[in-house]
């Protein structure tokens, strides 16, 4: 029988390195990449009842209720793909809430990362990100520019990347950080991402390649 396939958590705080770091992940392990945020956003652009509704706290910079999360989530993590491919969770849990309404539902990592960012980094990141409305790429217009220049004159930014609102988001992220560590505490890495992302991502795959074996050996035993 086919190895079980990965289910992978990352975590960080807001420009810690997240969405550049699941590109890699999704490339190398073919796992389904799911972003609240990126989900959210989504919605708020579609004016769906759930987009009108987390439209002010997402423009503020706050979480959206946990409720509206939780449900979304588990919508989209029951669908076959998930099921066929792993996951990768990308932005939840955010609040203890969100930690344990996902144990609760047996929906368990195997491997959980932290990326770990200075504060003065975090702010630079967040006020020079841009991305690809076309491809949804991610780019930095002082780190990592696109080469070709009509990607580089369609790059939007997002409403919340101002400094007043990154430090609204990254107080909130302070605030739950400690809880979601308690609650995974035995799967939980934490990893320096203050480095170059190819670094940064290295670690990442020996944490998943080491938790993968270990997760088939214990179904070997079994
Ligand atoms: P979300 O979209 O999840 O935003 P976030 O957590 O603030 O994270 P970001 O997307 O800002 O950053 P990232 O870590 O992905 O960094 P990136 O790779 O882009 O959430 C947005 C909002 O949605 C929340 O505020 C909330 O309202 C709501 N929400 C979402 N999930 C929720 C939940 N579970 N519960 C409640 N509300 C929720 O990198 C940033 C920049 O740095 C880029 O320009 C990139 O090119 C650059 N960069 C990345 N890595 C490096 C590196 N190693 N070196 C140099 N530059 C780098």
Redesign the pocket.
């Known amino acids: 029988a086919n190895p079980p396939p990965p289910h992978i958590l990352i975590s960080?705080?807001?420009?810690?390195?997240?969405?550049?770091?699941?590109?890699y992940i999704v490339n190398k392990y073919g796992v389904v990449h799911i972003?609240?945020?990126?989900?959210?956003?989504a919605a708020v652009k579609n004016n769906t009842a759930l987009g009108v509704e987390?439209k002010s706290?997402?423009d503020?910079?706050?979480?959206?209720?946990?409720d509206?999360?939780?449900s979304m989530?588990k919508e989209r993590i029951a669908e076959d793909d998930c099921a066929k491919k792993g996951w990768l969770l990308?932005?939840?849990?955010?609040?203890a809430v969100?930690a344990e309404a996902l144990t609760e539902a047996k929906i368990l990592p195997d491997a959980v990362i932290v990326?770990e960012?200075k504060d003065d980094?975090?702010l630079?990141?967040?006020v020079?990100?841009?991305?690809d409305p076309q491809t949804g790429k991610?780019?930095?217009?002082k780190?990592?520019p696109p080469s070709d220049p009509e990607v580089l004159n369609r790059l939007t930014q997002?409403s919340?990347?101002t400094e007043e609102?990154?430090r609204?988001?990254l107080e909130?992220?302070y605030k739950h950080a400690r809880s979601i560590a308690d609650h995974y505490e035995s799967t939980l890495r934490k990893i320096d991402?203050?480095?170059?992302?190819a670094?940064?991502f290295s670690d990442i795959a020996s944490i998943v390649d080491s938790s993968m074996t270990e997760k088939n050996d214990d179904d070997d035993d079994d």
Do not use: W
């Open positions: 960080g705080a807001p420009a810690s390195g997240k969405g550049t770091q699941c590109e972003s609240t945020g990126d989900m959210l956003r987390a706290y997402m503020s910079g706050s979480l959206v209720p946990d509206l999360v939780i989530l990308d932005g939840f849990p955010r609040t969100q990326l960012v980094v975090l630079e990141r967040v020079g990100r841009r991305s991610i780019y930095h217009i780190f990592s997002r919340d990347d609102k990154a609204v988001r909130s992220y991402g203050n480095r170059d992302k670094d940064v």
